[in-house]
């Protein structure tokens, strides 16, 4: 789909799709996917510093709105005074194509009505179960492709009916799938981090049972010998009296 939408988008006359002219930046919205819960090692941390991060590397003067899924980022990013106008908690129970459908709609009309010039997304993707790797994407406008390594030639495609009402319909469908895809990864790196840390959690208590126990035996050891002691000593007391 990438390759379909950069073939269509570099045709003249086409660059100037809304959902792909790419704007000057004055008001960026980060959409920062963290968990509602915890006990899941650093996955919501990483999340945090790259916020900051991405949030301390724009120019002065651009305004920066975060919309947050996921109670974890909205109770730290809220206690610090970031401007969070969206507030998404609970959807990850019962989490849906649908769901990501009304969320991805939302995001292009409010670009569309020129209240963000840019938006971008900062989550988890899945790795291994021990490895989550933090992703800072451009959302919208939907950024051109990547030259591929060595170039390859562009197909001469025919389009019907042609390449502006198809593009016009790919577009949409592309942002709901790229944020359905996000949530899915962010969802997956959560409970592989989960998993991670609890294991973490068990090892490190089953550790931490053995040193009591061996130190219990230690003491209840040290008792029972100075016990013996005292009452050998008083036998002796007793035999020399």
Not at 132 to 148: A, D, G, H, T
Not at 216 to 234: C, D, F, H, M, P
Request: aromatic fraction near 8%; include cysteine.
């Amino acid at each position: 789909m990438k390759e379909l939408l950069g073939d269509i988008s570099q045709v003249p006359g086409l660059m100037g799709a809304d959902l792909i002219a790419p704007r000057e930046v004055k008001n960026l919205a980060i959409v920062v996917i963290t968990s509602d819960r915890g006990f899941c090692g650093a996955f919501n941390a990483n999340i945090f510093r790259a916020v900051q991060a991405h949030f301390d590397a724009q120019p002065p003067g651009v305004h920066v709105s975060l919309l947050c899924v996921g109670k974890k980022g909205i109770d730290y990013f809220t206690k610090r005074g970031y401007n969070v106008i969206a507030r998404h908690i609970g959807i990850y129970g019962s989490l849906t194509f649908s769901w990501a459908q009304s969320f991805a709609a939302d995001l292009i009309a409010r670009y569309l009505k020129g209240e963000f010039d840019r938006i971008d997304i900062i989550y988890n993707e899945f790795k291994s179960i021990a490895q989550q790797r933090i992703l800072v994407e451009q959302c919208i406008p939907i950024p051109p492709p990547l030259p591929s390594s060595p170039p390859k030639k562009p197909a001469d495609f025919i389009y019907e009916p042609d390449r502006a009402g198809i593009l016009l319909s790919i577009l949409p469908r592309h942002l709901n799938f790229q944020i359905w895809r996000t949530l899915l990864e962010s969802t997956t790196a959560e409970e592989g981090a989960r998993m991670a840390a609890m294991d973490n959690a068990t090892e490190n208590a089953r550790e931490m049972i053995a040193t009591l126990q061996l130190q219990y035996n230690k003491a209840r050891q040290a008792a029972i010998t100075k016990e013996l002691l005292e009452v050998v000593s008083g036998a002796e007391a007793l035999r020399s009296a």
